[in-house]
């Protein structure tokens, strides 16, 4: 396998990254994930429309311009002869010393890694998932505002750990005020009187790329798409409930703290949304080939 190193691609095995870099001492570095469907990369320019802004915002340059980077990756998908590929840019403060002043980082490290990835097994995808709500509450934006990409995930992990000791694979978290924003790596949908709701990204949640996507998706066909406050009660008696992200795609989800969704089953939306989702991959992007 070759991955992208600071405008070379190396073996697996030689691209290494100092110790001292701050991505790694500190978490100051953003990223990105991103999918090619059949040799056509999803949202490129979504995608790098984001790892920059979430650069900008935490004054990172990263020393290379968008064209250049969208080269880079083709490169990468091309020396790995990938059409289906997971797609993770990194782009690093770059090597310190152990103190937090990033100026101290002269050099940002770019990092492009193209595999594969699976996330869930199928069955979870027809049959839907049982979620819980978490203890810990998502990042408040006045401290670390969600749409960073940032490569500290913590908040995250923390609520990924919390599922997974109850069993569960994914969790719900909520926001200080106790409202629902998101998953732990996904967006939440529900479907409520036959309204799409997903929680509006100032509560705390990412502005996913898929989340777009999907509320463009469900537009086209004429369902009614509102982004508004969901609590937990709206959550328990959603009609359907399903999870996107560009790893996970969409996820139907039947059970949320034991409170069964719908029939329990995947709904009917969440079915029709799946399929325009997944013919859109396969046709809509940027070709690498
Ligand atoms: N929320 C969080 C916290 C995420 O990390 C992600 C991306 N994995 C998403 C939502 C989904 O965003 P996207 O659809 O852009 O992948």
């Known amino acids: 396998m070759k991955v992208y190193l600071n405008g070379e691609l190396v073996d697996k095995e030689s691209a290494l990254i100092s110790v001292f870099d701050h991505g790694y001492l500190y978490g100051d570095g953003v990223f990105e994930g991103i999918r090619a469907y059949n040799g056509i990369i999803f949202k490129l320019r979504e995608h790098l429309d984001r790892l920059y802004r979430s650069a900008h915002m935490i004054m990172l340059e990263i020393p290379l311009a968008k064209v250049k980077m969208q080269e880079a990756i083709i490169a990468t998908m091309k020396a790995n002869n990938l059409k289906d590929a997971y797609i993770r840019v990194v782009v690093s403060r770059g090597e310190g010393d152990l103190g937090l002043d990033p100026r101290k980082c002269k050099n940002p490290n770019v990092v492009i890694i193209t595999d594969k990835i699976v996330l869930y097994p199928q069955e979870l995808y027809e049959k839907g998932m049982e979620i819980i709500t978490v203890p810990t509450r998502r990042n408040i934006p006045e401290a670390i505002n969600p749409q960073i990409k940032s490569l500290n995930y913590l908040n ?11 069993g ?3 969790a719900v978290m909520l926001n200080h005020d106790g409202l629902v924003v998101e998953c732990t790596g996904d967006n939440i949908f529900i479907l409520k009187e036959n309204v799409l709701f997903t929680p509006p ?11 777009d996507t999907v509320i463009e998706l469900a537009r086209k066909k004429g369902i009614e798409v509102k982004e508004d406050v969901i609590t937990r009660y709206d959550l328990y008696n959603a009609q359907e409930c399903f999870l996107t992200g560009t790893a996970a795609e969409i996820v139907p989800v039947v059970k949320i703290d034991g409170r069964v969704i719908g029939n329990g089953k995947p709904g009917k939306i969440t079915l029709q949304l799946i399929e325009d989702f997944r013919e859109l991959t396969i046709r809509d992007g940027v070709a690498v080939y």
């Open 156 to 166: 995250n992990i923390l609520a990924k750990i919390e599922a997974i000791n109850s």
């Open 201 to 211: 990204a100032y509560l705390g949640a990412l502005k996913g790329i898929t989340r």
């Open 168 to 170: 569960y694979q994914e």
